[in-house]
């Protein structure tokens, strides 16, 4: 019976959990057990949980929402309950107006959603207040005997309580959810007779992923669900299934003033100087002293060409501003400008009321990535790029209680403004006297530190100024900004391109000092949404860790290791740990080296952050890449052994080969710059013949990255690449090898 080791989990619990195999207080193994639900106007549990498409989501109106997913919760507990147990007729789904006399119920419901947990209230020992207390999130499990007969409730602070609290009730009883898909739903075989006494609220409450694009599957919505994680993009085909699981919608990314306020985008107003727009709106705005007209000659009139003073001043010159992939980068418009901002800000809410916003209750409120600032005066004058994007912030939220009042948004928004990059220093005035901290969020996304280190450590450099930058923002007495932290995280950031890193001992550390420091969300982004392998441990260790900051990883661990590998598990957590190592120095690599060889520099190793090999006298402060080198050798000869184990279980013998595979392409990526590293200096040497079969050998690993075209995939398109080699970000680096070998002949 390992599957039911029991073991703290919450510093929340108000109770302990056991399970007991005797019968208990008149009940016997036989009696029927039937989950209580309402089910509303529908026919039955299963029709009302697959209802999400009929249901209004974003209405005032919580009851219909309610339905849909409490009876979702109940069909999931009998699916998974039946197939436990072998008790394929029992466990049967009841309304709770049609609730049987006799036989033990598991309540699915509080007070406020259910008849029977209201009659039964009292009893149970549980009240609204008492589930309001848990938030949003939390939840209660509580088995008492009541009128003759066990009942157990599953009550939540709100439908995804209950939801979650189903699924925790499932996880306490041996289910897991390592990863995607129906093939890793791990149920164990098992009796019925357990007892609950069980008190859960997160420790982060939001949790999830940073997603711009509409990509996603049914798959990872109902893997974050099973594993109480709850943020996704609203750029998705089916919202309603998103909303049914509890998973909050977000919008938002550095494209906003592209789509919003885009310099080449159509005037959509009557141009009183502009006459071929009679069929537009009156002109709200005053013309400008610098209006260009139709400069381009193309018929039509520009928000740039209508009104220059709108955007950045640049060396004395009004610019466009926006440039670079996806309109993502250059310079941020003229914020000073009050015209601007109006527009702007129309066009954005606009968005959020009935356009391409509309359901999301989390605004990713982003400017320019790593954008410059306008340079007039008045913008001068509003203080340091994060005083000014905080007056954005500021603007956006006014707007958006505006519409509140209004009726247009009837649902609570939270804003989650940068601090990152151009934006990630404190603000160095006091915010407006009206700023809400409730509504408006920073996000602290440190992109450039190390992994080789914890964030909190004093010895890397990189990560030693991001904590102090953190720290300034929410621990320094004097700060002025005095709200909520969100974390970004960058487990899989854009030139990771799907690396099979691991973060075990990274996570174990960084995410409870986050928490220290005030950060009560958190979100990585460029989660693959499939193909995961390794990355699994990543996903699953990170939900637990935000459901429960004190969560004890060594227990995860051995827990996650034992039930996924079974007699391999010793063997697979030695991988594990030696592919962290292989790729700890993971952003020096990516972010350095590899461009340092798809430039042919003469200096591939110049920092003592990252060296080709160790060097006495040489400052070295993290792995080398010899040294990863010999740890992928390691994870080699291990993840081979697991391939020729025999009388393994199927399922465990194909997720061993998704890891396998997944590091194949870490294992040829660090093959192939170790190659053409050891080319570069041996041709540099002069020592031309071991050049050539470094070249040779780069050559080789190449072609079997270019024939990979899997690896690197399902994830953004910025995190994403055609194939392993383009991935490398090394792809011209054979042809500056060539060239030096040339020189030779």
């Not at 207080?25 to 989950?35: K, Q, Y």
């Not at 998103?242 to 306020?261: R, V, Y």
């Not at 520099?601 to 070295?620: A, H």
């Amino acid at each position: 019976m390992d599957s039911f080791k029991i073991r703290e989990v919450s510093s929340f619990s108000i109770g302990i959990f056991f399970i007991v195999w005797t019968s208990l207080c008149g009940c016997t193994v036989a009696d029927p057990v039937h989950i209580v639900v309402d089910c509303g106007d529908h026919s039955s549990a299963e029709k009302a949980g697959q209802a999400e498409a009929d249901v209004d989501w974003l209405d005032g109106d919580i009851t219909d929402d309610t339905i849909c997913t409490q009876c979702f919760a109940a069909c999931e507990l009998q699916r998974i309950l039946r197939k436990m147990t072998g008790r394929p007729d029992d466990f049967t789904i009841v309304d709770d107006n049609r609730c049987p006399a006799k036989g033990e119920l598991i309540l699915i419901g509080g007070p406020e959603s259910n008849v029977v947990s209201r009659r039964m209230a009292a009893g149970l020992g549980i009240d609204a207040r008492q589930l309001g207390g848990l938030g949003r999130d939390g939840y209660f499990i509580k088995t008492t005997d009541l009128e003759n007969r066990r009942v157990t409730i599953v009550a939540g602070g709100s439908r995804s309580g209950t939801l979650y609290g189903v699924y925790d009730m499932l996880h306490r009883l041996g289910c897991r959810w390592f990863a995607l898909g129906g093939k890793n739903e791990q149920i164990p075989d098992a009796k019925w007779n357990p007892r609950f006494n069980v008190s859960e609220k997160p420790s982060f409450d939001t949790r999830g992923f940073y997603i711009f694009e509409k990509r996603g599957n049914k798959n990872i919505w109902l893997w974050m669900a099973r594993n109480r994680l709850n943020e996704w993009s609203v750029k998705v085909d089916n919202p309603p299934l998103l909303h049914k699981l509890g998973i909050l919608l977000t919008c938002g990314s550095h494209d906003a003033q592209q789509l919003f306020l885009g310099p080449e985008s159509r005037y959509p107003y009557n141009h009183a100087k502009f006459d071929k727009d009679q069929d537009k709106p009156a002109d709200p705005y005053p013309i400008s002293d610098e209006y260009q007209g139709d400069a381009n000659a193309d018929g039509k009139l520009s928000y740039f060409e209508a009104h220059p003073e709108w955007y950045a001043l640049v060396n004395g010159k009004r610019i466009p501003g926006i440039g670079g992939r996806d309109g993502m980068f250059g310079t941020n418009f003229c914020t000073s400008n009050q015209h601007a901002c109006d527009e702007f800000m129309k066009n954005y809410v606009d968005a959020m009321v009935d356009g391409i916003y509309r359901g999301a209750k989390i605004v990713n409120f982003w400017t320019l990535d790593v954008g410059k600032w306008c340079s007039c005066q008045k913008c001068k004058a509003l203080g340091e790029p994060t005083d000014r994007n905080l007056l954005l912030v500021h603007r956006l939220d006014r707007e958006i209680k505006k519409e509140q009042a209004d009726g247009r948004l009837p649902y609570s928004i939270q804003i989650r403004f940068l601090a990152y990059a151009d934006v990630i220093d404190p603000p160095t005035r006091p915010l407006p006297a009206d700023f809400d901290y409730k509504t408006c969020i920073a996000t602290f996304y440190p992109i450039r530190r190390s992994y080789v280190f914890n964030f909190d450590s004093s010895i890397s450099p990189s990560n030693s100024v991001y904590r102090r930058q953190l720290e300034g923002w929410m621990t320094d007495p004097d700060r002025h900004y005095r709200g909520q932290l969100e974390i970004g995280e960058y487990y899989n950031v854009s030139r990771f391109k799907c690396l099979p890193i691991v973060f075990m001992h990274t996570m174990e550390n960084d995410i409870p000092y986050y928490y220290s420091v005030g950060a009560r969300h958190f979100q990585y982004m460029h989660v693959t949404t499939g193909n995961w392998g390794n990355k699994a441990l990543t996903n699953y260790q990170m939900a637990r860790q935000l459901w429960e900051v004190k969560a004890d990883c060594e227990v995860l661990w051995e827990d996650y290791f034992s039930r996924r590998y079974g007699p391999l598990a010793t063997q697979m957590r030695v991988f594990y740990e030696t592919l962290e190592k292989m790729l700890a120095n993971i952003h020096e690599l990516k972010y350095s080296l590899a461009r340092r060889l798809d430039r042919g520099d003469k200096e591939l190793f110049p920092e003592p952050e990252l060296r080709y090999r160790r060097q006495q006298g040489v400052e070295c402060n993290g792995p080398t890449l010899l040294e990863m080198v010999e740890y992928a050798k390691i994870c080699r000869h291990l993840i081979n052994q697991a391939m020729l184990a025999g009388n393994v279980d199927a399922n465990i013998a194909s997720r061993i080969a998704e890891d396998e595979r997944m590091f194949t392409y870490g294992e040829r990526t660090i093959g192939y710059y170790a190659a053409c590293a050891a080319a570069f200096e041996n041709a540099r040497a002069g020592k031309y013949k071991e050049s050539q079969d470094s070249y040779k050998q780069a050559c080789r690993l190449a072609d079997l990255l270019r024939a990979d075209t899997t690896s690197a995939s399902m994830s953004s398109a910025h995190a994403s690449a055609a194939n392993a080699l383009e991935a490398s970000g090394a792809i011209k680096t054979l042809k500056y090898i060539e060239k030096l070998l040339q020189k030779r002949k």
